[in-house]
């Protein structure tokens, strides 16, 4: 195959007749694809690593005896390859014929057929009939909760399991090898399944479908809508599946969702969430106009961060008109804490993302039950555990064993001790730097009571030495900071010690957002601290509330109906379209009417601040793409901008104060991010419940399946307590996805030390 130049240089090899010139250290088909030269294949993934169980790839190297796999052969120097000729063909042919084999041929009623891999390469090459077969196998249609499961029509390409093992992290599919006996068998179904849906997009025929969806429309029927999701900070990419309702009635419907699966993932709020808001709006001329009434006697604006960068910018100019003041609460915490970081960092953005994570060799994570708070960054940690063998240290007051098979260490530190632990990181990871003549960072090290705060906070000093330990010799480390840190007393001066450590070490960090564009609108919009006078809520509460939930008193557009931009936790700003007709007054219709001059709503992309790193560009002119090697063309990256020091110091450590008795710990589910996600058909069943060990049981003098009364985060709750065998402590979740518009307007400490009221039993 001739002689590699060098690792890492630039070698020149021919495919087809076609001299190219690339890097090492790609595969043959990479390198073909880069180039725009077809290679077939069934199994590869390219989020995934080279599976091979397909054989479809296969090519010819001139001086190599046989076939070999272009997924998995390094691309070397003077290497001539043939991609296709009458013998890779035949080759190719043979391997469908095994394919098909006992496949059935239910075509006309598959929910993949128009879009089946296999479909396409029957036709591509050729095969019409099949000569051979095998004894048919008893194979029973499985029903695996949002996915369903026909083992007739695997071909065993193994896509779903590698998915499920190496970018969710969840392990739960496995291959039960016997030959035309083998299935696919769903481990943890009844446990640690996400239920997210990864399994059935990687699919290429119908052996995984939605249940939901199963023989509800055709492929070639649907209208794919290109999209962001915005149930959390990630943005991902996907497309709203529409078509008309029935013969009958031509108003658009969202069926389902489907994404470009070869380099994207979704969550199953994301996948499986998508029909939220009201449905049927109209016109109702009395209410907009005591809705125009009420902003212009408005004192302050109040919303939520489920909302387009142009919405924030539209809100900003409506408060400047009207002279209100803007409160984001859920954004309010992480926009002082940016602030905050920036001023320190000198930069107005943090510096890791989610590839930075997924490249990773060590990862901390700090202030967050990742796995519900954000999804995309737990399936970053477990891509990295796999194809880095990453040290993923979590922190965090309680244990999460759904995740305890990419974690390599947890360190379990007490509720309220986040600056502690976060100055006892400093102390570890900038170990031997050298201090210059305006570093703040040694001196606050240096006064550290490390005792003190090892005790009170109780994470050892053994423990600093296993991470100290993991990061030998390692080369790309990232922490990971949750909204445990934006919303604790001391967040300010956490986020100057994070940006020190940012500053001076070999890490960089990743902000992670609380909320859907919590960092567009920590960018855009200038936010008070609390509401003063009458409050005009969008997509919150107020005195006059303007809600797209259909709760309020003017109907708004909900998400899926509408275009705009979003700023995700990568610092990229994405384009959304709308998937559905909307008839009822937006946003711009109230903005005209108090005398602003504007038409559309993404009249204002272009507009968004390029003091803020945003760029002045068109919403028609965003790119919304992956390329065929995976590089992502889906808007554009926020510039970092250079920021001032604000010339303050980093304070001592403060007291660190003690949660005893009952705590709870405010975490919505890993499907149910807010009320908007709780509306929808398939995930609004959900039912929000305080899940806690037994010990807590006990702490609050409660028993599995008592109705619980107690008051958190300034909310009076009425809850069901479960027992969760998985959890240890003292310390329960409690959500607030089902507590409506109100789940909006919280910006406390997630830790709160609670009293618990048994008021009576589910049962009764």
């Given at each position: 195959?001739?002689?590699?130049?060098?690792?890492?240089?630039?070698?020149?090899?021919?495919?087809?007749?076609?001299?190219?010139?690339?890097?090492?250290?790609?595969?043959?088909?990479?390198?073909?694809?880069?180039?725009?030269?077809?290679?077939?294949?069934?199994?590869?993934?390219?989020?995934v690593e080279p599976i091979a169980s397909c054989r479809m790839c296969v090519v010819e190297v001139e001086g190599v005896e046989g076939?070999?796999?272009?997924?998995?052969?390094?691309?070397?120097?003077?290497?001539?390859?043939?991609?296709?000729?009458?013998?890779?063909?035949?080759?190719?042919?043979?391997?469908?014929?095994?394919?098909d084999v006992n496949h059935p041929l239910e075509c006309g009623v598959c929910d993949k057929s128009g879009e089946c891999e296999l479909q396409n390469k029957n036709i591509e090459y050729g095969v019409a009939e099949q000569e051979f077969a095998a004894k048919d196998q008893h194979r029973p249609m499985q029903n695996?909760?949002?996915?369903?499961?026909?083992?007739?029509?695997?071909?065993?390409?193994?896509?779903?399991?590698?998915?499920?093992?190496?970018?969710?992290?969840?392990?739960?599919?496995?291959?039960?090898?016997?030959?035309?006996?083998?299935?696919?068998?769903?481990?943890?179904?009844?446990?640690?399944?996400?239920?997210?849906?990864?399994?059935?997009?990687?699919?290429?025929?119908?052996?995984?479908?939605?249940?939901?969806?199963?023989?509800?429309?055709?492929?070639?029927?649907?209208?794919?809508?290109?999209?962001?999701?915005?149930?959390?900070?990630?943005?991902?990419?996907?497309?709203?599946?529409?078509?008309?309702?029935?013969?009958?009635d031509p108003r658009r419907k969202i069926y389902r969702v489907t994404n470009d699966f070869e380099f994207s993932s979704l969550c199953g709020a994301g996948r499986?969430?998508?029909?939220?808001?009201?449905?049927?709006?109209?016109?109702?001329?009395?209410?907009?106009?005591?809705?125009?009434?009420?902003?212009?006697?408005?004192?302050?604006?109040?919303?939520?961060?489920?909302?387009?960068?142009?919405?924030?910018?539209?809100?900003?100019?409506?408060?400047?008109?009207?002279?209100?003041?803007?409160?984001?609460?859920?954004?309010?915490?992480?926009?002082?804490f940016l602030k905050t970081y920036s001023s320190f960092s000198g930069k107005s953005l943090y510096g890791a993302d989610l590839d930075r994570v997924k490249r990773s060799d060590v990862v901390i994570v700090l202030g967050t039950r990742i796995k519900d708070d954000a999804p995309m960054v737990k399936y970053a940690l477990a891509t990295a555990t796999k194809r880095e063998k990453a040290q993923v240290v979590y922190m965090h007051p309680i244990e999460d064993d759904s995740i305890s098979n990419i974690v390599t260490k947890f360190v379990k530190y007490e509720a309220g001790a986040e600056e502690g632990v976060v100055a006892m990181l400093a102390s570890l990871l900038l170990e031997g730097k050298e201090a210059g003549e305006e570093d703040r960072i040694f001196e606050f090290i240096d006064d550290l009571d490390m005792g003190y705060i090892s005790a009170e906070s109780n994470v050892s000093e053994e423990e600093l030495d296993e991470i100290r330990l993991m990061m030998w010799k390692k080369r790309r480390m990232t922490i990971v900071a949750g909204e445990d840190l934006y919303t604790h007393p001391r967040a300010s001066n956490i986020a100057r010690i994070l940006a020190e450590i940012e500053k001076h070490s070999?890490?960089?960090?990743?902000l992670v957002p609380p909320a859907s564009n919590s960092l567009g609108v920590s960018m855009i919009c200038d936010l008070d601290d609390e509401c003063k006078g009458y409050t005009v809520g969008y997509n919150a509460p107020g005195d006059f509330v303007l809600s797209a939930l259909g709760d309020g008193d003017l109907d708004m557009p909900a998400i899926n109906r509408q275009e705009g931009t979003m700023t995700?936790?990568?610092?990229?700003?994405v384009p959304t379209n709308a998937a559905l007709d909307y008839d009822g007054y937006e946003l711009a219709d109230l903005a005209r009417a108090i005398g602003i001059e504007i038409g559309e709503v993404i009249e204002l992309t272009e507009r968004l601040p390029e003091d803020r790193g945003y760029e002045s560009i068109p919403f028609d002119e965003l790119p919304d793409y992956f390329a065929v090697d995976g590089t992502n063309h889906r808007g554009y990256r926020l510039k970092t901008v250079e920021c001032g020091g604000d010339g303050t110091t980093i304070a001592p450590v403060a007291d660190i104060r003690s949660y005893d008795g009952a705590v709870v710990y405010r975490c919505d589910y890993g499907r149910s991010f807010n009320p908007f996600t709780a509306s929808t058909t398939q995930l609004g069943d959900e039912k929000g419940i305080l899940r806690g060990s037994s010990q807590f049981a006990s702490a609050a003098k409660i028993s599995d399946g008592d109705r619980v009364r107690f008051e958190a985060d300034g909310v009076l709750f009425e809850r069901v307590f479960n027992i969760d065998t998985s959890m240890k402590g003292t310390v329960a979740l409690n959500p607030t996805f089902?507590?409506?518009?109100?789940?909006?307007?919280?910006?406390?400490?997630?830790?709160?030390?609670?009293?618990?009221?048994?008021?009576?039993s589910e049962h009764e």
């Open positions: 195959m001739g002689a590699q130049k060098s690792i890492g240089g630039e070698i020149t090899l021919t495919i087809d007749g076609r001299e190219i010139r690339t890097e090492w250290g790609k595969t043959i088909l990479e390198v073909a694809r880069e180039n725009g030269i077809y290679i077939p294949t069934m199994c590869y993934l390219s989020k076939m070999i796999l272009s997924c998995q052969e390094k691309a070397v120097d003077g290497a001539v390859i043939t991609t296709s000729n009458g013998s890779l063909d035949r080759e190719r042919r043979k391997i469908m014929e095994l394919y695996w909760g949002f996915v369903s499961y026909d083992p007739s029509l695997c071909i065993m390409c193994e896509r779903c399991v590698r998915v499920c093992n190496e970018i969710v992290g969840d392990e739960a599919l496995q291959i039960s090898v016997g030959g035309y006996k083998s299935t696919i068998v769903n481990v943890k179904q009844d446990e640690d399944c996400s239920e997210c849906g990864e399994c059935m997009a990687v699919c290429p025929v119908g052996a995984l479908v939605s249940t939901d969806f199963k023989y509800s429309a055709n492929a070639w029927e649907l209208d794919k809508i290109p999209a962001s999701c915005f149930h959390c900070s990630a943005g991902c990419q996907l497309y709203y599946d529409t078509k008309h309702i029935s013969v009958d499986f969430g998508f029909d939220f808001g009201k449905s049927e709006v109209g016109r109702d001329e009395e209410s907009f106009d005591r809705a125009v009434k009420a902003l212009e006697r408005a004192e302050t604006i109040r919303f939520s961060s489920l909302i387009t960068n142009e919405e924030a910018l539209l809100l900003k100019e409506i408060a400047d008109k009207c002279g209100a003041t803007l409160v984001c609460d859920d954004a309010k915490p992480f926009s002082d070999d890490f960089e960090i990743l995700t936790l990568d610092k990229r700003v089902d507590i409506g518009l109100s789940s909006f307007a919280i910006s406390s400490y997630r830790f709160s030390q609670v009293k618990i009221e048994k008021i009576g």
